[in-house]
């Protein structure tokens, strides 16, 4: 992220919103990065290694066109520091086990008493909570 943050910059543009729009043919392309378990990772590449790497990119990732995605199945405070939460913009909560798994993945009660396969609680930033419902396609 930082080596595409000094190419913006050399640019004269601020993110990479702005250079996508000055240079569209030039611009790097976005980069989607989607970690699924994420306590299993941090277990595996030990806690204080994985929250450093996730914090760093977490702060430039939005200016520099790298967009994060994290998956955890069962969302613990322990397990996903505040300060690494809180620069999550997007949350999306399917039905979790209790309130407290709530409040940590979408800053609110609810998600516990969803109703139904695939619904679930949406929250952009500080916007209020939106309910919506997924659905699976097969194709048979």
């Not at 050399?10 to 043919?25: I, L, M, S, V």
Request: hydrophobic fraction near 40%; charge should be neutral.
């Amino acid at each position: 992220a930082r080596e595409r943050m000094t190419e913006i910059v050399k640019a004269d543009c601020d993110n990479w919103f702005e250079y996508q729009k000055k240079a569209p043919h030039t611009a790097p392309r976005p980069l989607f990065i989607y970690i699924d378990e994420y306590p299993q990772l941090r277990a595996m590449a030990g806690k204080d290694a994985t929250e450093q790497a996730l914090g760093e990119l977490l702060r430039v990732h939005r200016s520099a066109g790298v967009f994060v995605t994290l998956g955890i199945q069962k969302p613990k405070a322990s397990e996903l520091p505040t300060e690494l939460r809180d620069m999550l913009d997007v949350r999306l909560a399917l039905r979790v086990p209790d309130s407290t798994a709530s409040q940590v993945a979408i800053d609110a009660t609810g998600a516990e008493g969803l109703a139904g396969e695939g619904a679930f609680l949406f929250r952009v930033g500080g916007s209020k909570l939106v309910q919506g419902r997924g659905v699976f396609m097969a194709k048979y």
